[in-house]
């Protein structure tokens, strides 16, 4: 017949080895799932700029004023994200859809999501244009804020909340080219 104190001590044991299994199983998918909606994608500099400046011209845009705008939004991190946008240039899904068709599940694709922002600056500068407001500080207004947004602000920057974002700062007080291109890369 077995010691009592035994079978006491062998079920405590499993208690222990149970607790700290279900504790190891537990962290596996905390970390796993902070890790995975935590890790960014940093794209080399020098690739976003050559990106930008071969398509920008194509939609009109300043390719230097293109890629501050990246770097305000997200340090070229593709796998931005906020709690409203995505991506390389956080868009979100309302300024996508407002110019594509395409899934906003391809916001994740830095290219695309670069092509993409690319329209809806152009759709910006656009209604911009039409309204007889257009200026690269209220470009980025209406970028960072939403051209609706921007409109019932009369076009006044003053209304529309300070960012307090360095590179945003410089772009509403006039400065197109905050963020210089990268040493060697042919600037405009």
């Given amino acids: 017949m077995p010691d009592r104190r035994y079978l006491q001590d062998e079920r405590l044991i499993i208690r222990i080895l149970a607790i700290a299994g279900g504790t190891v199983v537990f962290l596996a998918i905390f970390s796993a799932i902070f890790f995975r909606t935590h890790r960014t994608d940093l794209i080399p500099q020098e690739e976003v700029w050559a990106f930008i400046a071969n398509q920008a011209p194509k939609s009109g845009l300043n390719p230097e004023f293109v890629y ?24 979100t899904k309302v300024a996508w859809r407002e110019v594509t068709d395409r899934p906003y599940r391809e916001a994740w694709d830095w290219q695309t999501n670069i092509l993409v922002a690319m329209d809806y600056l152009a759709f910006c500068r656009n209604y911009l244009l039409e309204n007889n407001a257009f200026s690269y500080p209220m470009l980025a207004a209406c970028y960072r804020y939403g051209p609706y947004r921007v409109e019932k602000s009369g076009f006044s920057l003053a ?6 974002n360095a590179i945003y700062k410089k772009i509403f007080k006039g400065v197109t080219r905050p963020v210089p291109p990268p040493a060697g890369s042919r600037q405009f």
């Fill in 68 to 91: 501050a705008i990246a770097w305000a939004e997200s340090s070229l991190d593709a796998r931005a994200r906020s709690s409203v946008a995505r991506g390389i240039m956080q868009l």
């Fill in 159 to 164: 209304k529309l909340p300070k960012p307090k």
